[in-house]
């Protein structure tokens, strides 16, 4: 039988936090989370309204991507710190806004929660981490793949089809508790009706659910998918190091409100159970042991479609700026190291 590796975190990593400042940091509150909902709030409904001016012309494409940007982009956010239960420190709170998100996000809560944990426990290992969203080395075809969209949908479906007629995949049953899964068919099955009530209105004439809810949602998918496609992308697998597999990289007021603070990826990985509101200043406290961050958002993916690109025409794939493991400089053919876990 395969030996499990340590898991990944500070400790792995050779990084220490002082423990006074640990637990400051740590100290979780409602006041951020719903300060930080009260403006999605106002960003959701003056982006709409662009959306309702520009109804009957072409700018509602562009207006719908704004509007679903802002509403895709911290969903996807906001089901991610819930899933960790560090965006509110009232239970019941988090948890409803953990349903909602992930709603919109599209992935069954508790699958969700216990597939990310095991991300964060062997974070970027080959056969063991169920977040692994793509293949390694990633080429322009996988890049196309994951950033429309396809890869992220075709996994949802088919793990909805999963856990709704309890045909629970290895993956699944690697980790979640087997007491848990009549919750997740049962949540599962609960979602399906929802999205299949939300179609039937449409169909019978609420047109702005699909202005305002099902195309927003779509066309802000790639701008998510760029967000978390740079987590992890160009890093090395199987590393027991986090500032091995995983990226930080700058970001302006937009990008981290969107994003909730997750451009400070390495140092989530390393202490997940500090709430969002608390990641800059772990970064400061953290930064003399941690690798430079990477460019920034737009910087940093333009870098990794470079690679990708020149990858699959088999040039040097050495990019200008930002970190690479050294496996992935390289030209000429490849062989891939991890097939996709999503």
């Known amino acids: 039988m395969q030996t499990r590796p340590a898991p ?3 400790a792995s990593s050779g990084v220490s936090l002082e423990r006074k400042l ?8 409602d006041r951020p989370g719903l300060i930080y909902l009260l403006r999605w709030g106002v960003a959701l409904l003056l982006s709409g309204v662009l959306v309702w001016l520009a109804l009957g012309s072409l700018w509602v494409w562009p207006a719908m991507v704004f509007y679903g940007t802002l509403l895709t982009v911290p969903a996807y956010a906001l089901s991610h710190e819930t899933a960790h239960g560090t965006a509110f420190r009232t239970p019941w709170l988090n948890e409803t806004v953990f349903w909602i998100s992930s709603l919109i996000y599209g992935e ?8 990310h944990t095991n991300h964060h426990t062997y974070t970027w290992h080959v056969g063991l981490d169920s977040q692994m969203p793509f293949d390694t080395p990633m080429n322009l075809r996988g890049w196309i793949f994951e950033i429309s969209g396809a890869a992220l949908f075709w996994f949802e479906i088919r793990t909805f089809f999963q856990l709704a007629t309890r045909r629970y995949g290895a993956m699944v049953l690697l980790t979640s508790p087997a007491d848990e899964l009549p919750k997740l068919t049962r949540n599962a099955r609960l979602m399906l009706l929802a999205y299949g009530a939300l179609a039937a209105a449409v169909l019978v004439g609420q047109w702005w659910l699909l202005w305002f809810l099902i195309l927003p949602r779509l066309l802000g998918g790639p701008v998510m998918l760029l967000f978390t496609l740079i987590q992890h992308v160009e890093m090395q697998e199987n590393a027991p190091s986090i500032l091995d597999s995983t990226r930080s990289f700058r970001s302006n007021a937009l990008g981290r409100f969107l994003y909730m603070n997750m451009n400070h990826h390495v140092e989530h990985h390393l202490y997940p159970q500090i709430p969002f509101s608390s990641l800059p200043a772990l970064g400061a406290a953290l930064a003399s042991q941690l690798p430079k961050p990477d460019p920034g958002f737009w ?10 690109a020149r990858r ?4 040097l794939t050495k990019a200008p700026s ?18 996709s876990s999503m």
């Not at 699959?312 to 040039?315: A, D, E, H, V, Y």
């Open 8 to 10: 990944t975190h500070a």
């Open 22 to 29: 640990h637990k400051a940091l740590g100290t979780r509150s």
């Open 108 to 115: 069954e809560p508790l699958h969700r929660r216990y597939t």
């Open 299 to 308: 910087r940093t993916n333009a870098e990794v479609l470079l690679v990708v």
């Open 312 to 315: 699959s025409l088999g040039q």
């Open 322 to 339: 930002i970190r690479q493991a050294p496996h992935m400089v390289s030209s000429g053919a490849f062989s891939r190291i991890a097939k």
